[in-house]
Antibody, heavy 118, light 112 residues
Framework: EVQLQQSGPEVGRPGSSVKISCKASGYTFTDYVMNWVKQSPGQGLEWIGWIDPEYGSTDYAEKFKKKATLTADTSSNTAYIQLSSLTSEDTATYFC???????????WGPGTMVTVSS | DVVLTQTPPTLSATIGQSVSISCRSSQSLLHSNGNTYLNWLLQRPGQPPQLLIYLVSRLESGVPNRFSGSGSGTDFTLKISGVEAEDLGVYYCVQSTHAPFTFGSGTKLEIK
């Protein structure tokens, strides 16, 4: 059974960084790309970017290129997103979502809530 | 970036009623490889989104066949043939033909 297990809620101070994890199980981690999606409170969905765990290659939406850094550890089947220079605009739930060659998000993590507060 | 316009923003339906949601794209979603990467998601309250339909009309495994997708180019439709109580939530279309991938603004389905 495919599962994406995300780390717990985070509280970060303005200007600081947070790093969220997404541990994959039930499939070959390097056979799929991992996407990250942002959902601000009461709002819709925004695609942040993807990482190919096999090669470490990434692609980001322009808006998130200076905000997010995607990495992956194939030894632990875990993908990460680091959010830097936090502002109130970064308060949101962040989801990891798997996609394959046809680029649809077929499995989603439960989401990690990030709250930016001083 | 590709803009996906979903209508209506909210939908109220009785159990058993059939409903449709429209998703219109600012540019064609037909990829040069012949595929159209338009998918539909449902986000139930307090849950992550789940995949319903991929590649315009293909039903994801385990999704009831009362859900169906159609369309081409820039106009796409999700139809629910006989709404059930568990169908409440927000429906999103999402395109992955063009980078960056983009989502529609969502259609909230309420049950009367």
């Amino acid at each position: 059974e495919v599962q994406l297990q995300q780390s717990g809620p985070e509280v970060g101070r303005p200007g600081s960084s947070v790093k969220i994890s997404c541990k994959a199980s039930g499939y070959t981690f390097t056979d799929y790309v991992m996407n990250w999606v942002k959902q601000s409170p009461g709002q819709g969905l925004e695609w942040i970017g993807w990482i190919d765990p096999e090669y470490g290659s990434t692609d980001y939406a322009e808006k998130f290129k200076k905000k997010a850094t995607l990495t992956a550890d194939t030894s632990s089947n875990t993908a990460y997103i680091q959010l830097s220079s936090l502002t109130s605009e970064d308060t949101a739930t962040y989801f990891c979502a798997r996609s394959g060659l046809s680029w649809y998000f077929d499995f989603w993590g439960p989401g990690t809530m990030v709250t930016v507060s001083s | 970036d590709v803009v996906l316009t979903q209508t209506p923003p909210t939908l109220s339906a009785t159990i058993g009623q059939s409903v449709s949601i429209s998703c219109r794209s600012s540019q064609s979603l037909l990829h040069s490889n012949g595929n159209t990467y338009l998918n539909w998601l449902l986000q139930r309250p307090g849950q992550p989104p789940q995949l319903l339909i991929y590649l315009v009309s293909r039903l994801e495994s385990g999704v009831p066949n009362r859900f169906s997708g159609s369309g081409s180019g820039t106009d796409f439709t999700l139809k629910i043939s006989g709404v059930e109580a568990e169908d409440l939530g927000v429906y999103y279309c999402v395109q992955s033909t063009h980078a960056p991938f983009t989502f529609g603004s969502g259609t909230k389905l309420e049950i009367k």
